[in-house]
């Protein structure tokens, strides 16, 4: 069950938040340092991290789940953010070159086929960065935060997860070593045991990052499944060049044929 979208943004708008908002930003940035001309998607409640690559790709959008609530992104601009479920993406095939899952797969309860729209929507060379909460980390043992609901995950499982959706897990990293305390002396400090902890103990982190590509397989046929139509969001839809006449009638994913 996912947690409630207003609790999310009093979470990542208070001192605590703002801090775990700069150091994953920063992991990130390690693993994504350059997004020029790409089409990048947040799905979950990404939008916290997303503000770095505004004004860098082609387009930047984010998918917010029915069942999370929405609210209107950035504050500033036009609104990139739109309703929807996370198993029927409102985009056409490999249609986004990044995607930036958050606060998604720790609380779907449809797992698999949230994992099979973002290899649909994701272009042949697209790749994929899941952020979870740690099992073995402190963040996951409280529910002060996002990060103590829903289902936690250790390194191993997240990778098997991503290679059971059709994903390569490429880059590993983490974050929150600090605990998640409003104390001013580790808010401060954040910086400094952030690089103390990614040395030296890795393993108690509060949040797994894997970085993962799309795999594909070479077939000689495929069926295609008949087109659904879906429901329309109740908030302004990103649009990504090119692809606004698609967006009603999406094609389902493309499904290899077993081999005899």
Avoid at 27 to 38: A, S
Avoid at 145 to 170: D, I, M
Avoid at 234 to 244: E, I, K, R, Y
Wanted: hydrophobic share 45%; proline share 9%.
């Amino acid at each position: 069950m996912y947690n409630d979208v207003v609790d999310l943004r009093e979470f990542y708008e208070s001192s605590l938040g703002q801090v775990v908002r700069r150091l994953v930003r920063r992991r990130l940035r390690e693993l994504w340092p350059d997004v020029t001309g790409q089409r990048v998607l947040g799905i979950g409640y990404a939008t916290p991290f997303l503000r770095p690559f505004l004004n860098e790709a082609e387009r930047v959008a984010a998918v917010m789940p029915a069942g999370q609530g929405v609210v209107f992104w950035p504050p500033e601009g036009p609104g990139l953010v739109t309703l929807g479920e996370e198993s029927e993406l409102p985009f056409p095939n490999m249609s986004v070159d990044r995607v930036l899952l958050v606060h998604g797969l720790e609380f779907t309860e449809h797992l698999k086929p949230m994992m099979q729209e973002i290899w649909r929507v994701l272009a042949g060379g697209g790749r994929l960065i899941a952020i979870v909460p740690n099992r073995r980390g402190i963040w996951a043992r409280t529910d002060r935060t996002p990060f103590g609901h829903g289902s936690p995950f250790s390194s191993g499982q997240l990778r098997r997860v991503l290679r059971a959706n059709l994903f390569v897990p490429e880059r590993e990293t983490s974050a929150l070593f600090m605990p998640p305390v409003t104390s001013r002396f580790f808010m401060a400090s954040a910086g400094a045991v952030e690089n103390l902890g990614a040395r030296w103990f890795k393993a108690f982190a509060g949040i797994q990052i894997v970085e993962a590509s799309k795999q594909i397989y070479a077939t000689t046929s495929t069926r295609v499944l008949e087109p659904r139509r879906r429901m329309a969001p109740s908030v302004a839809q990103p649009a990504f060049s090119g692809l606004a006449a698609e967006r009603r009638m999406l094609p389902r994913l493309v499904e290899p044929e077993p081999k005899p």
